[in-house]
């Protein structure tokens, strides 16, 4: 006799789209180049400082540097160089001059002879910490990032009170995944310039590596609160992320929202927003979100997952399936769209392409509980009993305390007719999770299939106390005919 009990329903347990969204606080071409970029705002605005007064009697190399910084200011990059060129024809030792050329010819792509202007401005005048600054950043742009961090540590060698030095070389940290060097030099930054906008930004992207949620919400308010041109939008972005991890869905929906309205494109925002309106159970407008994501980023497989994951709340599975293998397209080896695909086939009842997706999955991450979880119960919708033990015996591997896997081991067992070890598997999920009704009902039916009328009544009186609705189950269920005349079991039903 064939008996089916309540399963342990799949559910996508949380911590998957948590296992996604982390990979935004990490994901180092994006960390790069808002790196490279505020490094770069860090070089200009040092450049500025070799404006030098606009007396007529200055020499026409420094009114020509002066011009050229001007043209700069104004992203008139091409003007800027002829402007040094010139500035240079007059002195070729104007060791400033080929360093501010160098920045210009970088912002045109001009790398090679960018590289030239710097090592010029070196040999001429090596302790120009200027000049390692931004040679040391057409390294890291290259992705020589040893070479880059050999010129921060000179520059910091040549003058120990340059906070951009500092902050260079924290990026470069932050990009090879050394976090706690990073940390460290973003703090030393900040030391030397407590006004430090950026540092404060960067430390919060290194302090997300150690799960420091309340210090990045720390170091985001602070650039947020120094960001008088309102253009810091990085600082929402990642404060909001660390709100959803707190699970402060509101305050995290606040920021992500002015992170978008104060740049538009972002895609990651988008696709964080879309995690928050998913946990908030709004899963049209997380989808809508997650569309956002990748209009402009069309390739961000994340944000095909999480509208996967809303779809799939949605009981629109067949259109889940079409956004988890748009994903693989662009990453056939994520184990998570792999799995969530198994879940909305198997929902779909499609069980043998659903064990496919998992056995897939399982391929790219062997030691997956929530994978073996879920093989499991595919192969008990297809009575492949002995497999589904198997499976439920690997998950239990890799998560020992899990009673949800042991109550559908127990379901297996009984398939296999053999109750003595279903009651243990039973025990077990009871030892984890002692107010189970489940477990408890289910003790309840084998006993009832036994004929063992005292503890089949005091197992299912339990179950009936801590979930009534099994009350009305069990009075139509046959697995307790042989008992069902009992007065003792009749009393169940008579109150």
């Not at 490279?36 to 200009?44: F, M, S």
């Not at 939008?233 to 509101?250: D, H, K, M, S, T």
């Not at 004929?451 to 099994?470: C, F, M, R, T």
Request: charge should be negative; charged fraction near 25%; glycine fraction near 4%.
């Amino acid at each position: 006799m064939l008996v089916f009990l309540a399963f342990y329903l799949f559910n996508i347990d949380n911590a998957y789209a948590q296992n996604i969204s982390i990979k935004i606080f990490s994901d180092n071409s994006v960390v790069k180049i808002d790196s490279i970029l505020r490094i770069d705002k860090g070089i200009e605005a040092r450049l500025y400082e070799y404006k030098t007064d606009q007396s007529s009697d200055l020499p026409p190399e420094s009114k020509l540097l002066n011009a050229g910084l001007e043209e700069s200011s104004k992203k008139q990059f091409e003007k800027a160089i002829k402007l040094y060129t010139k500035a240079l024809q007059f002195n070729s030792v104007f060791a400033k001059a080929y360093v501010s050329r160098a920045y210009a010819r970088s912002q045109v792509e001009q790398i090679e002879k960018a590289f030239e202007d710097y090592n010029q401005a070196i040999e001429i005048e090596p302790n120009l910490a200027d000049a390692y600054i931004g040679r040391g950043n057409l390294y890291f742009k290259q992705g020589e990032n040893e070479s880059a961090l050999r010129d921060f540590d000179l520059a910091i060698t040549v003058n120990k009170n340059y906070y951009d030095a500092y902050f260079s070389r924290g990026s470069v940290y932050l990009q090879l995944e050394k976090y706690q060097e990073a940390i460290q030099d973003f703090s030393e930054a900040i030391d030397l310039n407590p006004q430090y906008l950026d540092a404060y930004t960067q430390r919060g992207y290194a302090k997300s590596y150690f799960k420091d949620y309340k210090g990045i919400i720390e170091d985001s308010t602070k650039a947020i609160q120094l960001d008088v041109k309102n253009q810091e939008y990085a600082a929402y972005n990642n404060r909001g992320l660390a709100f959803y991890y707190l699970e402060e869905n509101q305050k995290a929906l606040q920021d992500l929202n002015e992170c978008i309205k104060r740049d538009s494109s972002f895609s990651f925002a988008y696709y964080n927003r879309g995690l928050v309106l998913n946990d908030l159970e709004k899963y049209k407008e997380a989808i809508s979100s997650y569309e956002l994501a990748l209009k402009y980023e069309p390739d961000n497989y994340q944000a095909m997952i999480g509208r996967g994951m809303a779809l799939n709340s949605l009981g629109k599975d067949e259109e889940a399936i079409a956004s988890y293998n748009q994903a693989l397209h662009y990453k056939p080896d994520d184990y998570v769209s792999l799995l969530n695909r198994g879940s909305s086939l198997s929902n779909l009842g499609k069980h043998e392409e659903a064990l496919a997706s998992y056995n897939e999955a399982l391929h790219y991450k062997p030691d997956d509980y929530q994978t073996w979880f879920n093989k499991g119960f595919t192969l008990l919708d297809l009575e492949k009993y002995e497999e589904a033990l198997d499976s439920y015996d690997q998950a239990l591997h890799y998560k020992p305390g899990s009673y949800e896997a042991f109550g559908n081991r127990a379901i297996a067992l009984i398939n296999l007719g053999k109750y003595e070890e279903a009651v243990a598997s039973y025990d077990q999920a009871l030892h984890y999770k002692p107010d189970d009704y489940r477990a408890l009902y289910g003790k309840a039916s084998i006993y009832g299939l036994q004929g063992d009328l005292s503890l089949a009544v005091k197992n299912l009186k339990q179950s009936i106390k801590l979930n009534p609705e099994y009350k009305e189950k069990a009075n139509s269920d046959s697995d307790f005919d042989l008992i069902r005349e009992q007065p003792e079991f009749k009393k169940l039903f008579s109150s």
